[in-house]
């Protein structure tokens, strides 16, 4: 599925078939990209150029993804 978030052009897939995440941004600068567990514990940050995290580690389950870009930050929800 994608969400877009509607001050920005921040698009996230993921690809069950290849358990990776892809975050496209458009114009915006992506910073810095966390996964947290519900629980809200920090499982994985990835910073620098981001076109797609690999959560082939992580165990299934949902997660909410914190994307930090010049903007602000903002909040998607992954069910992996």
Same mark, same amino acid.
């Given at each position: 599925?994608?969400?877009?978030?509607?001050?920005?052009?921040? $698009?996230?897939?993921? *690809? $069950?078939?290849?358990?990776? +995440?892809? &975050?496209?941004? #458009?114009?915006?600068?992506?910073?810095?990209?966390? +996964?947290? =567990?519900?629980? #809200?514990?920090?499982? $994985? =940050?990835?910073? #620098?150029? &981001?076109?797609? &995290? *690999?959560?082939?580690?992580?165990?299934?389950?949902?997660? +909410?993804?914190?994307?930090?870009?010049?903007?602000? *930050?903002?909040?998607? $929800? +992954?069910?992996?």
């Amino acid at each position: 599925s994608v969400d877009d978030m509607p001050e920005m052009n921040v $698009k996230c897939r993921f *690809d $069950k078939a290849t358990q990776q +995440l892809y &975050i496209t941004s #458009g114009e915006t600068t992506l910073h810095t990209v966390q +996964l947290y =567990t519900v629980a #809200g514990t920090c499982v $994985k =940050t990835v910073s #620098g150029r &981001i076109p797609a &995290i *690999d959560v082939s580690e992580l165990p299934h389950g949902i997660y +909410l993804v914190k994307i930090q870009t010049e903007n602000g *930050d903002y909040l998607h $929800k +992954l069910q992996k």
